[in-house]
């Protein structure tokens, strides 16, 4: 949580950051009311931050249905008796108020404008601050405008999420940016919804705020451009999409439990309990721990900066999971992890690390690896844009979403080499891999070596 610059002594604005999904979530405070935008799925934060200032939470605001996390707003209105505020086009199936063109929210001495802006998702809106001097202050763009960037229009296609078409949204986000944001005043403060490394958009920077008059010199997608050529600059090189982003989208339509009952209610599992077969386990240990043992078939999975993300990538949104850590206090921190993009009730079990763990990983002579990389069936399990520059001539190109998936494409005439750009990422594509070849094909994983085999510039 950091508190950000106000340019008047009314309101307050606080920030909070979650850096595992890069997101931004805001509490607005004028005298003793208080507006959460965004909120994220734990609603604690916001609660502590009106009961330090002696306020009261009178309204949430959902700039859109997220697809990255699952937002607390439902929890947080039944809680406080907040409304909920949130575009119409939504057709969101909880109790709310609609909020869109024209319409105002009064918060103490100053006022929320709702502005339409799709293109990121049909029915996101931006939130204009407006001072008790009728000044415009601050805009809080949601995943429409980013520093440095815009929200990606592709993760609305699929039917069960509206089957909009990239196109029609980015020229939606064309005239979002041109016609509403980019008209307001220069010195207007900025507050997305996203930082670095988000996947709702592709080039963010590491500024968590900035203005309007900043982006619309330095933000490449606000540059003087056709909406032709605005649509193809955009829909370029855009990350892939994780396997949870639909399913976090109707779950937000919907209104998710809340947080903590959510958390209490996952199984927690006795040591020595038998695994249900056919359930893939996800184990959160460091790898070196992992290849020393690990139950035959798991899945390793590092508890780390960007658990939630690969955990969303890897494993579906209606598949059931097992997972392991090496103490409690490291699987409640992954099972509050899951619950953050919705994938608490998929846990079947968790428990701590089995005494027992027959299966091992073999270790990787990376000086054989440098001498002769032709003895290996390497595969690069980096996104595709990564690819692009590759590590070894000849490697198979599997990014690591796909390779449950594509894992029997791999030839086994050969023992089997996993890379990605530094090491995260593969010791979780070496273990689905372990798991998906004949027992007797060996399957190593290059991890923080590949550094050694390639630019620092391409190390991630």
């Not at 392991?324 to 921190?333: F, G, Y």
Request: charged share 20%.
């Amino acid at each position: 949580m950091s508190p950000l610059p106000s340019s008047t002594t009314s309101v307050q604005i606080q920030q909070f950051y979650d850096k595992g999904l890069a997101h931004a979530s805001y509490a607005i405070r004028s005298g003793r009311q208080v507006a959460i935008i965004d909120p994220a799925r734990d609603p604690q934060p916001y609660y502590d931050f009106a009961d330090e200032h002696d306020a009261k939470i009178v309204a949430v605001i959902e700039t859109h249905p997220h697809a990255d996390f699952v937002s607390s707003h439902l929890e947080i209105a039944q809680e406080t008796g907040a409304t909920i505020y949130v575009s119409k086009l939504v057709h969101a199936s909880y109790p709310h108020q609609t909020f869109d063109d024209g319409q105002r929210i009064s918060l103490g001495s100053v006022e929320l404008h709702a502005i339409n802006t799709p293109g990121h998702s049909p029915d996101s809106i931006s939130i204009l601050l407006v001072d008790e001097f009728a000044q415009h202050r601050a805009v809080f763009t949601g995943d429409t405008l980013f520093v440095g960037d815009v929200g990606r229009p592709d993760l609305r296609e699929d039917d069960n999420v509206g089957g909009h078409s990239r196109e029609e949204l980015a020229a939606q986000l064309y005239h979002s940016t041109r016609q509403k944001l980019m008209t307001l005043p220069a010195t207007t403060k900025v507050y997305p919804a996203h930082g670095p490394g988000s996947l709702c958009g592709k080039t963010t920077s590491t500024d968590l705020d900035s203005t309007i008059g900043r982006e619309v010199k330095t933000n490449y997608a606000l540059q003087p451009m056709s909406q032709e050529e605005f649509i193809k600059v955009l829909l370029e090189d855009q990350p892939f999409m994780p396997k949870y982003f639909g399913h976090d989208v109707v779950l937000n339509k919907q209104g998710a439990l809340p947080f903590e009952d959510s958390v209490r209610a996952v199984p927690r599992l006795q040591p020595g309990t038998a695994l249900a077969p056919g359930v893939v386990v996800i184990d959160t240990r460091p790898a070196a721990q992992f290849r020393a043992g690990h139950m035959p078939g798991a899945i390793n999975l590092m508890d780390g900066g960007k658990f939630e993300t690969w955990l969303g990538s890897v494993v579906g949104p209606q598949e059931p999971f097992y997972l392991i850590a090496d103490s409690q206090i490291a699987l409640d921190t992954v099972i509050r992890k899951s619950a953050k993009i919705g994938y608490e009730t998929n846990i079947k079990g968790a428990l701590l690390t089995p005494r027992e763990l027959p299966a091992a990983s073999p270790a990787t002579d990376v000086e054989h690896v440098r001498r002769q990389p032709q003895d290996f069936t390497i595969v690069d399990i980096r996104n595709r844009t990564e690819a692009q520059q590759p590590v070894f001539d000849n490697a198979l190109v599997i990014p690591l979403p796909e390779l449950r998936e594509r894992a029997h494409e791999i030839p086994t005439s050969k023992p089997v080499l996993i890379h990605c750009a530094g090491g995260y990422r593969s010791a979780a594509g070496s273990s689905i891999v372990q798991a998906a070849l004949p027992v007797e094909v060996p399957v190593y994983d290059l991890g923080e070596a590949v550094t050694d085999f390639q630019p620092a510039s391409a190390h991630a």
